[in-house]
């Protein structure tokens, strides 16, 4: 059975990721309003919103997190979460609420999903994998300072991957945020800048890996350009064509389909 995933949208303004496993489609993070996701899912076939099977949330952070309980309540979705990100999350009145620990794994309809701890400045922030019956697995990485061997590990075996870009490093150093500011983003607690993001995919191995999507760039501190050519600096000519970036306006716009 295959895996399908798409990007709403990803950056600093608001992130959301459909992932479909079999007949289940799920929803992770949210951090639009509610007419603004549901003219997202709208342009990527989802009309009914309702149809989804809930919303996976990885940490507090409100372009995670903010969109997150309007749209269950609208459309009637239950709610992941891990229990850190539930005790500092502020708005879960009348929510269906799932709650995890990281390393869990979560079986929800066709999807099995393991969530995993990254390290950022949140309560208990986590990452998911998703396998399919037919052993297709999919790795969201975003919303993290540095790579762990924990993480490493779970980056094994995947056939696809959406992952974090957020800033090039000249860029940061000489743009328009305040020291304390740049400090946070590329402290461990932060966020995975385009050459560490290009490090991680170096120590993978590419056999099997389809789609490699790179997300949540910074408007400020980052291009499409840069941290496209810093990844393909890393890996072999022959993986070119499988990478692609999610744009904060469109994410993905289309469909990846993981054979
Ligand atoms: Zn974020
Ligand atoms: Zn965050």
Redesign the pocket.
Known sequence: MSIRFASLGSG?KG?GTLITCGDTCLLVDCGFTIKETVKRLAQLGVTEPGSLAGILVTHE?G??LSGVAPLARRFNLPVWMSYGTRRVARDVKNLTLQLFHAGERLRIGDAEVTPFTVPHDAAEPCQFTFQSPGAKRLVLL??LGKNTPYVQRNLQGCDGILLECNYDTEMMRDGPYPPALQARITGDYGHLGNQQAAEILASMTYDRLQHIVLS?LSEQNNTPEKAQSAILEAVPERVHERVSVSSQQKGTAVWHEIL
């Open positions: 600093s992130n952070h372009d995670h975003t919303d949540h």
